[in-house]
């Protein structure tokens, strides 16, 4: 059964840090392209962060870029999403999702995922 599973999220003073972790099962990590999205009460979902299969592209939207890092460790099957300098507007619910890819490609569409997580809560308070 495949899953992915986060972890990580909290609640944070505005300019701290929160390390997101994404777990999976069930599939072979090294095969898939992971991304991290993000939902805000009363918002559409929105891409945060991408990296290919290797882990050796990444992609980040303008609003994180230069704050968040994603990275990912075929090793322990893991995903991660160190967010720093946290901001008031990064409140969200944090989804992990991945999609068997056959390249170096770093999906930033959510329709380009098959597989998602079921969220984490990501609370930023100044």
């Known amino acids: 059964q495949v899953q992915l599973a986060e972890s990580g999220g909290g609640l944070v003073q505005a300019g701290g840090s929160l390390r997101l972790s994404c777990a999976a099962s069930?599939?072979?990590?090294?095969?898939?392209?992971m991304g991290w999205f993000r939902q805000a009460p009363g918002k559409e979902r929105e891409f945060v962060a991408g990296?290919?299969?290797?882990?050796?592209?990444?992609n980040y939207a303008d609003s994180v870029k230069g704050r968040f890092t994603i990275s990912k460790d075929n090793a322990k099957e893991t995903m991660y999403l160190q967010m720093n300098s946290l901001k008031p507007e990064d409140t969200a619910i944090y989804y992990c999702?991945?999609?068997?890819?056959?390249?170096?490609?770093?999906?930033?569409?959510?329709?380009?995922?098959?597989?998602w997580g079921q969220g984490t809560q990501v609370t930023v308070f100044s």
């Open positions: 990296i290919s299969r290797s882990g050796r592209s990444t």
């Open positions: 069930g599939l072979t990590f090294s095969s898939y392209a």
């Open positions: 999702a991945g999609g068997l890819s056959w390249d170096a490609t770093v999906w930033v569409r959510g329709n380009q995922y098959k597989r």
